[in-house]
C-alpha cells in the first residue's frame, strides 16, 4: 500500500506557533487560523479573542481552496479574473478567490493540505507562508 505525505499534528502545531508569534507582536490584529487536510478536511484551527466572524470563516476557505485546488488562493483568484470566471463556476461554496492561503506540499511536491489566515487582510498571505515556513516545507 502506498504511503501518502500528510500533515502531521507536529507540523500543524509549529505552523500554529509560527503564526501566532508573529501575530501577537506589537501592532498585531487578531486572527483565525486553519489548516486542512489534502481533501479539505480540518487537521487544526485557532482564533484569536475579538476575530470577526468573516475572518474565522474564511480562514477555513483559504486553506480549503488552497488543498481543493492545488494553487494558493491570490494566484487563483487572480487566474480565475484572466479567465473571466468566479469561484462560483465550480458550485463549491466553500472555495473563495481571496489571498490568504497557501498550498502545502511534500518536498516531493505532493499535495498535502492547505494553510488559510483571515483577519489581517494585507498580511494574511504573508501570515500563512510564515506558517508553511515553520512546518519545515517551502513554498
Not at 485546488?69 to 484572466?82: I, V
Amino acid at each position: 500500500m502506498p504511503d501518502k505525505p500528510y500533515i502531521s499534528f507536529q507540523q500543524a502545531q509549529s505552523a500554529m506557533r509560527a503564526i501566532i508569534e508573529e501575530v501577537t507582536k506589537p501592532g498585531g490584529m487578531p486572527v483565525a487560523i486553519s489548516i486542512v487536510d489534502d481533501a479539505g478536511n480540518m487537521v487544526a484551527y485557532a482564533q484569536m479573542d475579538h476575530v470577526r466572524l468573516y475572518a474565522r470563516r474564511h480562514a477555513f476557505r483559504k486553506a480549503y481552496t488552497a488543498a481543493i485546488m492545488g494553487m494558493d488562493t491570490g494566484a487563483h483568484g487572480e487566474q480565475l479574473k484572466e479567465r473571466g470566471r468566479t469561484v462560483s463556476d465550480y458550485g463549491d461554496p466553500n472555495l473563495t478567490p481571496g489571498e490568504g492561503g497557501v498550498v502545502v506540499k511534500s518536498t516531493e511536491g505532493v499535495i498535502m493540505g492547505g494553510i488559510g489566515v483571515g483577519g489581517w487582510l494585507v498580511r494574511d498571505e504573508e501570515l500563512a507562508f510564515i506558517g508553511l515556513g515553520a512546518m519545515g516545507l517551502d513554498a
